[in-house]
């Protein structure tokens, strides 16, 4: 059973649990509420066409078991920079700061690959030891882009070395996932 616990502005307002959070961060429009609503079967993370809709974070508690946060998108939202600014702020306080997180999934567009945001992002779980594992979403679309960046996972010492590929769409590599977070 899946259930909301709420939306959140801050870092400091998000609730003390007891249970291992996986967190899901990634471009704007990659995709991840959509993974999350696939992943538990329910149509619990609010999905939309606009770039940037996700601006808070959302915790889902599922089954008393684990914690999903659907984190705030980076990269392509038309918000003003002072509000990019307070996102990338917050994100950096929640990776570097929640005790809970056990794992971030980056998720990646696989018809566009890595952009250099994404690559920061991975820089900076490298250098604060921060656990992650990339998942490329969107794999029932074809591929766009042909001079896609390599990501090896040889050169980022906290990134797992397992790349998922999933499809909310066609509910691909939805196993592999929840293997990885530890539910059916």
């Not at 915790?59 to 392509?76: A, C, H, K, Q, T």
């Not at 920079?81 to 570097?96: F, G, H, I, P, Q």
């Not at 991975?122 to 679309?141: N, R």
Request: glycine residues 6%; positive net charge.
């Amino acid at each position: 059973m899946i259930k909301f616990v709420g939306a959140f502005d801050t870092v400091a307002s998000l609730p003390n649990t007891m249970f291992p959070e996986y967190a899901f961060v990634g471009r704007s429009n990659v995709g991840k509420s959509s993974l999350i609503n696939a992943l538990v079967g329910s149509n619990v993370a609010r999905t939309s066409n606009t770039p940037g809709r996700t601006q808070t974070l959302n915790l889902f508690n599922l089954d008393d078991r684990v914690i999903l946060v659907d984190l705030p998108g980076y990269g392509y939202a038309r918000v003003s920079r002072v509000d990019t600014e307070c996102w990338v702020a917050r994100l950096a306080e929640y990776l570097v700061s929640r005790r809970q997180l056990r794992r971030l999934f980056i998720l990646i567009d696989s018809r566009i690959g890595p952009r250099p945001s994404d690559l920061e992002l991975m820089d900076f779980c490298d250098a604060h030891g921060i656990s992650y594992q990339v998942v490329y979403t969107k794999k029932d679309k074809r591929v766009r882009e042909s001079d896609q960046i390599e990501i090896n996972p040889g050169n980022h010492p906290a990134m797992f070395p397992d790349v998922l590929e999933t499809s909310a769409e066609k509910k691909t590599g939805l196993d592999a996932l929840r293997a990885t977070i530890g539910i059916k």
